[in-house]
Structures are given as structure tokens and as C-alpha cells.
């Protein structure tokens, strides 16, 4: 088992033929996923490298081919729409890569998924890894940018807001003989589709889930709040490394949604709530993967 | 972005919401020609600055004040003589201040009452919410730490936008009546269409004011834009005055590098906004001070490369730089080429440690070796924060 997706899932690309979405749509399939379809509205007949079918619109591309997650890759002013596209063609899962999508456009997005069956994670996210069993993790399923090969198949979740931090957590967790279940990235905007503590919930019900490693940094109360759910709910071990202790106050550091503003979304108020809740706070990102094992008992 | 008093109160004219009469004025004949046409109310002239503080503060030329009454236009034009193209020095400008190009002649306002208004953007709910206090004129921050009792919320549905009843819930907590009540009501309508309309991500009026003769006044606002919205504003990029800005993060905006000056010496040059803010924490952790936030981004080229190597070096204080990559699918090659170029064109006075891992290492780390260059390699995270930390001591 794994989380959201596995090796049979069959993966559909929105934007496949502009620069960015064509490298990694190539990345996907080396790396042995299915992707099954492309869209760029205007190219509907092409093919994406002579293989994969290119549609206008998603839902002919569901309907030809059962796609049932997507890769947005579309440029910020189209990115909403393309969202919006994917849940009204019945889409489980929508991974939304873009990144500077405006908040006024994600308010209403998040808004008009309500009660929808889809599930959005992102925006300005690496996207979700769940690897393969063959050589460097070949095999897997790959949704966004992630590199494939750093993963390794097995029993550890990883959930971030930061894409080179989840990748540092998997280097290191690969690199000491631990493979991942499930490493999902879910965005560093100040609204996005699915939160730290949605992504813990799955995890704890995964059976092949056995540790998680949980990255958050300044802004926001989705890490805290992921925290007290834990303390109550998870009975499998967490490891959590929160970044930002240096950033200025009131700064934009990157992402759109790290930002000090209050009291509790600072990295120490963060990192102190997080240890009390249980949580193996990791003091440096170099030590994200040791603190788990030792929290872990490996 | 910031924008100036007199640029706020532009939006606030096009938006319909009321604040006290006012011109801008870039020499001292424009100051006396405003102040003629405001003549009978009672003014004052402010420099216009993006920094607080401004009316303590102090002119480079021995001129105090940046905020004066006037009697007269001819005053206004006197004052304006000695504020524009001077230098002003306040509490949150540094030691050099910053240049005045431009005053505002304003209708010097009598209070009555003061209040708090706000509207952001608020991540927990993903929807507007309206904030009000009758505490105005202070900090908010304080009002919401001693008397949090007068603070009132109220959250707008993202899609159905502010409707009447959620308005006269304010107004009552607001204890106005009347005709007061109304234009404020009125007020507050136009103010929600302008956080809409113009894809404001903060907008704070501290403070409302009511006035003896009976108007509903934004006395002091201050707005934050959504960054990520402004390629649909060029109304609101026009009003962005980079001689306000630190001329290293213009420099990098130009190369669509995320940059933010900080006052530490060890530079750091990462991939991801993430593993930026990760190694300014590790550098602090291990006894250092970082001098910026800096992420090339996923896909930096060897010119962004170049360029965030030029505004590294062109600060003074850096006694250091980390470079810090995780080439996940960036080649490391690509990188370590990037950051030898750089040093061939801007040679290489201080320490560098580079810290590379990921897609073609090896090779990236060969060629940094093969450069000739002073450049200490890292095996990780921690050892390269230690390296250069030692390095700058």
C-alpha cells in the first residue's frame, strides 16, 4: 500500500506540450509511470514523444483513457481554470506544480471544490512520489518534479510544504537504507488544497506507513495544528523539522505563504509545539532523517 | 510592495472610500498651489516616505520633521523647499535615510473617535475576513494581547462577497448610529471592493476616524498586494518606487532571483525557497549569521547563477558565501559551471563553501576541483555550515 497513488495509477498531464510540463511528463515516463494522456487545448490528435495522446479538453482525455489523477503544469493566469477543469471532469486527484497562482484565484478554487470527490494538493508543490521496486526506485509513480531516483520503495511517509527539503529528507533517509511509502509535497502557497494534517491521517491508516517525517517552516497554523491531531490521533512515530528560525518578521521568504504574522507561526513557536505534542523535532535539516530513526527506534 | 500615502489615497479616491482632502506636490509651487486649493480647511504638509516614524524624524540638510502644520501657501512652499530631493532619517529608514521626491498637502483632520479597520486575506478559513476595533489609533497587535475582547472578526464567503448583514453586525460592534452608521456602511462596501478588485492580500486603516462635523474618515492606511497578482495590475506596478526598495533585491528581481538582505556575513546561494530558509537556520545553529535569503529557484541558469553571485559579492559585509544545492533534477554540473563563471568574472576574495548532492555530483564536484579556484567542498549540510563558519571567524 502507499497513499493516493501507487504504480498502477494512471496519470493524465495538463500542459504537457509547454516547455516545463514536456520535461517532466519525459522524467514521469522514464521513471515508468503511466501516463496515459496529455492536454494543451489546441494540440488535441498530436502525441506527446510519439506515445502518450494529447486531448483539448480533460474530460475527453478521462473518458479515452480513465485517467484518474492529473498534473497541472499550466502558467499561472490559466492555472485556476485548469483546476477547475480537472474536479468538473471528475479527476480524484488534482496535483496543482504551479507556482504564483493568485491567492484571490485559490480562495475561489478551494471554495468550489467543496464537496467535490476531487482532491487538490497544491498549488507550488514538487508534486507526489510513491516509488517503484526496481532499480533507483523505477517503477513508481511519479506526479510533478520530484527526482525519482533519490527514492527507494518502503515504510517511511514524508509530508512537506518544501520541495529541495523533502528531497534532502528522502537523500537522507534513502541514503541510510530507508525507503519511503508515500512522499507528498503539499505546497508552500498560503492557501492550498490539502494540509499537513489531512496528508498524517492517510499515513496513519497505511498500513505499509510505519514513521513519518513531517516538514513545515514560519507561517500559518497548518503545522500546529497537524501536531494536536497527532498527540490524539497517530500512534506512529513523527519526526518534524520546521524552517525559518531566522527569517525576519514580516517577510516574504520564497513561498508565498512563509511569512511570519502572529505569535504561534514562528519556527520556535512551531518547533514548541510540535515536541509537546510528541513530536521528534529535528535541530538541523542535515539531522531529519536520524532524528526519526532514533525516534523510531532503528 | 509598499506603496506611498499619496499613492493609497489615489485608491481610495478611484474606490470611493473617504479620507481627508489631499495633494501631491513634487516642488514647492505644486505645495502652494495644493495648499491654495485646500484653503479655509487647516493643513499639513508630510514627506512621503515608505518608512514610519516620519514626523520625528530628521532631515540630512539639519531640517526637522517630516511632518509640519501650515498656515499658508506660502508656508507650504517654504516647507517644501526644505523637504524635497532631502534626505530623511527616521526610526525605520536606517542611518541613510531615505530621498523625498515628492509631499502631500493634507487637510490637517479634527477626531472625534478613532477606530481599527482591516481586511486580509486569512489562510485558516481560505477567505477575507473584516477585522474592527473600537482600540484605534495603537497597535493592534497590543489591543489583541491586553483587551482581545475588542476585537471583532467578521469572514466573507469568498464567492458570495459582503453582504449587508455581516456589514451592520460591524457597525453595531462598532457602536455607530445614524448617519455615522451609514457611511460607514458605505464606506466599508467600497473598501471590500477594493481588496477584491485590486488583489490586495492586506489592507489596515488604523485610524478610522469620525470627525465633529460628522464624516467617517481613512485617516492612515496601509496596504499589502499580492505579489503573485500583480502581472494583472500594471495600475498598481507603476506605483512601485524601487528607490524605496534595498537595491540588492531590485538588482535581483531582475533575474527573477528571490533575494532578502539580511544584516549577517555568510552569504548563501540555495536551489528552493525551502532549503533556503533550512540553511540561513543551519548556519545560525552553528554559530554563524547569515547576510540574505536567496533561492535560485528550480531551474536556475548559469546567468541567474552569475547574477546571484554579483549581488552576493557587491555586499559589503559578506565575509563568506555557502552555496547550498540540492540538484534533484538541476546537474550539478550545470550549477558548478554557473558559480565558475561567476568567480572568473567577479574574482573570488572571500571563502566559499559549496555544498552540491544530487544529479550528476560527481562530475559538478570534478569540475569545481579542476577550476583552480579557492573552493572548499562540503560533504554535507552540517559540514559545510561548520566550514563556513569557521572560515569567516
Redesign the interface.
Known sequence: MSILIDENTKLLIQGITGSFGAR?AS?SLAYGTKVVAGVTPGKGGQKFENVVPIFDTVSHAVNETGATATAIFVP??FAADAILEAADAGMELIVCITE?????????V???LRGSKSRLVGPNCPGIVTPGHGEKSHGGCRIG???GY?HKRGNVGVV??????T??AV?QLTQLGYGQSTCVGIG?D??NGTNHQEVLEMFNNDPETEAIIM?G?????AEVDAARWAKAHCKKPIAG?I??????PG????????IVGGEEDT?QAKKRILAECGIAVA?????MATTLLARWGK | MNIHEYQAKELFDRFQVPSPKGAVASSPEEAAAAARQFSGAKLVIKAQVHAGGRGKGHFTNGFQGGVHLIESPEQAAEFAEKMLNQTLVTVQTGEAGKLVSKVMVAEAVDITHEYYLAILMDRATCRPVIVVSTAGGMSIEDVAHNTPEKIVRQFVHPLLGLQAYEVRKLTEALGMTGDIAKQFAKLLGNLYKLFISCDCAMLEINPLVTTPDGRVLALDAKFGFDDNALYRHPDIVAMRDKTEEDPREVAASEYDLNYIGLDGNIACLVNGAGLAMATMDIIKHYGGDPANFLDVGGGASKEQVTAAFKIILGDPNVKGILINIFGGIMDCNIIAEGVIAAAKETGLPIPLVVRLEGNNVEMGKATLAASGLDIVAADDMSDAARKIVAAVQ
Not at chain 1, 100 to 108: L, S, T
Not at chain 1, 217 to 221: A, N, P, R, V
Open positions: 517532466h522524467l499561472p493566469p504564483g497562482i493568485p491567492v484571490m484565484d485559490m480562495m475561489r478551494k471554495e468550489a518534479i520530484a527526482p533519490i512537506s510544504r518544501s520541495g529541495t527539503l528531497y534532502e537523500f508552500g498560503p492557501i516538514i517552516e514560519i507561517g500559518g497554523t523539522f524552517a525559518g528560525a531566522t527569517a525576519p517577510r516574504r521568504m520564497g513561498h508565498a505563504g512563509a519556527a535541530e538541523t535539516p542535515a539531522e
